[in-house]
């Protein structure tokens, strides 16, 4: 009998948990881009991509739904 095993594909790319580790860091979206060596434009919209993969309304909500699924730590 073969074994199944299921390995989680993560919900957003490396780059956007990366931007969202640092806005709970409360860094600004000119601070992350700098620590990030992108512009403030590429991340706002890994940002915005990240709040509709996660079906929510604004960035709180996108850090609450992330904590709560265990994809961000505090």
């Not at 580790?21 to 706002?44: M, N, P, W």
Request: proline fraction near 1%.
């Amino acid at each position: 009998m073969r074994e199944h095993r299921f390995d989680r594909k993560p919900l957003l790319t490396k780059r956007e948990k990366e931007v969202f580790e640092l806005l709970v860091q409360d860094k600004t979206t000119r601070e992350i881009a700098e620590e990030l060596f992108i512009s403030e434009k590429t991340v706002r919209n890994h940002i915005s991509n990240s709040i509709q993969k996660l079906g929510v309304k604004g960035r709180s909500q996108a850090i609450v739904e992330l904590l709560r699924m265990g994809e961000l730590k505090l």
